[in-house]
């Protein structure tokens, strides 16, 4: 063999190597999805190096963005709400009776995203068509350039401005019928600025359903089940969950090496893993082969110098069992092969306990990012029209 074929045979079979990724016999277009995978690790070793160079995390990703563009269906347009930036879609058709709305937050780790990626603008425009509904999708500074809390404190505000009588008759929406949604960080953000508004005075319109897309919901526990089966599946790995997480609150690598070996909550603060004790909160079949271990507590020195991680309003699993009380109609969408699926899952049976009504759906096939993936994947393209069909009746 020549050194010409014997470079090819080695390239191809590293390039197989970097591309195939062992995934559940239960997958639909597995090559695909791993084709998908290894284009997105690209991206983000290539995003780390320019990191490196000087240039903005992720700066690859910008190509994702896409302009305001309306059409014979949907006003798109850009603007601000109270300084944040929002994408918003309208109906073209005018209507005679006031129109229900979404209040959606993108996901991304709290690192990446953008309303303007080409999913989001996708996402937007389908609950316009199915649902006949106003679409505000919301933006929020990012880490690790802004960390906690600027992220929930953004999107209040935004929400906040939307929810006036005034912004509300401005779009023609009807008070009544008003939905907070968000994927992922933008799950978290959904659950947190939820419960932030049951105690807010000023704000007197209240939402009627909220619905978390496979949300991340605590910073206490890194080992869930979840997370140690699903540790290097597609699309979000355990080592990015916890980089994701310790850059919230933080740029200090002490954070993520504590985060990453589970032991960064002090034991001042032991009390709150009962709120995230997946033993009494999962249901059993998720809890097989796993048994539960009381945690190993870190240093007090990181919880007083990032308090973020204990806080409520990035870890919504943490709120009390009388706040919870009061939250609205609750969607929650969990996938099976997502370190982020048992935040979901606790976080139906502590709402399930307050007396709150859930509905849960869980994709056994799939990974996480679903919702963002239903123009590529069949999977995605279904569960994104049960999705529809379920705010189509409830909201």
């Known amino acids: 063999m020549g050194k010409k074929s014997l470079c090819l045979v080695i390239s191809c079979a590293l390039l197989a190597y970097f591309v195939y990724t062992p995934l559940p016999d239960n997958i639909e277009q597995p090559w695909k999805l791993m084709m998908t995978w290894a284009a997105m690790r690209v991206h983000i070793h290539l995003s780390a190096f320019l990191d490196i160079l000087g240039f903005p995390r992720f700066v690859l990703f910008r190509l994702l963005e896409v302009p305001p563009t309306s059409d014979a269906k949907v006003t798109v347009t850009d603007t601000l709400f ?22 959606y937050i993108h996901g991304g780790g709290g690192a990446m995203g953008n309303a303007t990626w080409i999913p989001y603008d996708y996402l937007g425009r389908q609950m316009v068509d199915k649902l006949d509904a106003v679409v505000i999708s919301t933006n929020y500074r990012l880490s690790p350039q802004y960390h906690f809390p600027t992220q929930f404190e953004d999107v209040y505000d935004s929400l906040r401005w939307f929810l006036r ?34 105690d807010d005075p000023e704000v007197k319109i209240k939402v009627k359903i909220q619905s978390l897309i496979y949300p991340a919901l605590q910073a206490l526990d890194m080992n869930l089940p979840s997370c140690q089966e699903n540790a290097h599946m597609p699309i979000l790995r355990r080592y990015e969950l916890v980089e994701f997480w310790s850059s919230y609150f933080t740029s200090d690598k002490a954070l993520k090496e504590a985060m990453l070996a589970n032991q960064h909550t002090p034991v001042e603060s032991s009390h709150l893993f009962q709120f995230v004790n997946w033993s009494t909160l999962l249901p059993q079949r998720f809890q097989k082969g796993h048994l539960y271990t009381n945690p190993i507590h870190g240093p007090s020195d990181l919880a007083k110098k990032y308090p973020g991680f204990l806080d409520v309003r990035a870890s919504p699993l943490l709120a009390s069992d009388s706040k919870l009380q009061g939250l609205p109609l609750t969607h929650i969408l969990t996938c099976q092969y997502d370190v982020l699926r048992d935040d979901g899952l606790m976080y139906a049976s502590r709402l399930r306990a307050a007396g709150v009504q859930v509905v849960h759906e869980h994709v056994e096939d799939w990974f996480h990012g679903i919702l963002i993936f239903s123009r590529d994947f069949r999977v995605g393209q279904r569960e994104l029209i049960k999705y529809l069909r379920w705010l189509e009746e409830n909201l």
């Open 82 to 103: 109270n300084k944040v930036p929002v994408r918003v879609f309208e109906p073209k058709p005018k209507s005679s009776t006031m129109r229900r709305a979404v209040f």
């Open 165 to 198: 009588k005034k912004v509300l008759a401005e779009y023609g929406v009807d008070p009544t019928r008003i939905c907070i949604a968000g994927d992922s960080a933008g799950g978290n953000l959904a659950a947190a600025v939820t419960q932030q508004l049951l």
